[in-house]
């Protein structure tokens, strides 16, 4: 069982920045993907952003341009940095590990609140 805990959310204004963490219990290098995505009140989850096995990237939409999505494979870790941040970027945000047979493991959410 692969435990992912996430880290550094918290309340920014507007147009600041936050980096979310996501430490990994297992190896994130056996993973076919690592992902963050949000749940904001009274909506779906939706995915943020996310990195492959490979290092290839993609991103939402709303999030293009303001957010990068990193992983440092010796320290099992990923992260998002965020900039510019708005107030619909509010939401708990959730770290996923997707494996190669169609598992997903999830962590418990941190949250951000951005105040206009």
């Known amino acids: 069982q692969v435990q992912l805990v996430e880290s550094g959310g918290g309340l920014v204004q507007a147009g600041g920045s936050l980096v979310l963490s996501c430490a990994a219990s297992g190896r994130i290098v056996s993973f076919k993907a690592m992902g963050w995505y949000r749940q904001a009140p009274g909506k779906q989850r939706e995915l943020v952003a996310r990195i492959t096995s490979v290092g290839s990237k993609n991103y939402a939409d709303s999030v293009m341009g303001r957010s990068t999505i990193s992983r440092d494979n010796a320290k099992d870790t990923v992260y998002l940095q965020m900039n510019s941040l708005k107030p619909e970027d509010t939401a708990v945000y959730y770290c996923?590990?997707?494996?190669?047979?169609?598992?997903?493991?999830w962590g418990q959410g941190t949250q951000v609140t951005v105040s206009s």
């Open positions: 996923n590990a997707a494996t190669w047979v169609g598992n997903d493991y």
